[in-house]
């Protein structure tokens, strides 16, 4: 079954550095999106992408925050100089429609220290 | 603005029992209502969705979710609890206006089924 595919799993970064997520969205798939899991806590949505540019984004995605899908299979999530509060677990998704199911990735877990 | 409730953090269910994790909605229109599944350390699994139709939907794993629309509730359901089951639950709904195409997430429900 097709799946999507985050890496790295795991990411411990120090504050104040930039991190680069990696996800490659089910292959016919054309939307995207990334969100986020503080530990214990909510499912959140950052980020939605459709036809290479943003479509719609959170109160979190911020200027620290960018996306992008350099090339025809990776969509990556740049965060520059993350914080400590930055720390969470990060979900890429993607769907084939609007309105059809949204499959997720694994995870990517970043720790700041 | 689309919500969902979970009202209950846990629901501990002993093996072979029914389980029913409960799951409220606010929507204008029609809801679009999704369950996913995460298991210790996973992502998050889609388990079922109700888009329109039958109100007792079937999903994964022997899963299915009642949609009351009166009640505006999603509950999640099973007949028969296994060990394996034992997980973290989330109720979605799926916005979808102009533009905009996200899930927003309830809180989450963690099952703890028991031998």
């Known amino acids: 079954e097709p799946e999507v595919t985050q890496t790295p799993s795991h990411q411990v970064t120090q504050m104040g550095q930039e991190v680069i997520l990696r996800c490659v969205p089910i292959?016919?798939?054309?939307?995207f999106y990334w969100y986020r899991q503080i530990l214990g806590q909510k499912v959140e949505f950052l980020v939605s992408?459709?036809?290479?540019?943003?479509?719609?984004k959170s109160e979190i995605f911020d200027d620290q925050f960018s996306v992008e899908r350099p090339d025809g299979s990776n969509f990556t999530l740049k965060i520059r100089s993350t914080k400590l509060e930055d720390s969470a677990m990060y979900f890429c998704?993607?769907?084939?429609?609007?309105?059809?199911?949204?499959?997720f990735g694994e995870g990517s877990w970043l720790t700041v220290v | 603005a689309q919500s969902v409730a979970q009202p209950e953090d846990q629901v501990n269910v002993a093996e072979g029992n029914p389980l029913t994790v409960k799951c409220t909605y606010s929507?204008?229109?029609?809801?679009?209502l999704f369950w996913y599944v995460q298991y210790p350390n996973r992502g998050l699994q889609f388990l079922l969705k109700?888009?329109?139709?039958?109100?007792l939907v079937k999903g994964s794993y022997g899963f299915e979710a009642e949609f009351n629309k009166s009640q505006t509730s999603f509950h999640l359901k099973k007949p028969s609890a296994l060990v394996s089951d034992s997980a973290l639950y989330f109720c979605?709904?799926?916005?979808?206006?102009?533009?905009?195409?996200?899930?927003?997430f309830g809180t989450g429900t963690r099952l703890q089924v028991f031998p």
């Open positions: 998704a993607s769907s084939d429609q609007v309105g059809n199911t949204i499959y």
């Open positions: 292959s016919n798939h054309l939307y």
């Open positions: 992408f459709y036809n290479n540019e943003i479509s719609e």
């Open positions: 929507v204008s229109g029609n809801p679009y």
């Open positions: 109700y888009i329109t139709g039958d109100n």
């Open positions: 979605a709904v799926r916005q979808l206006l102009y533009n905009t195409d996200k899930l927003i």
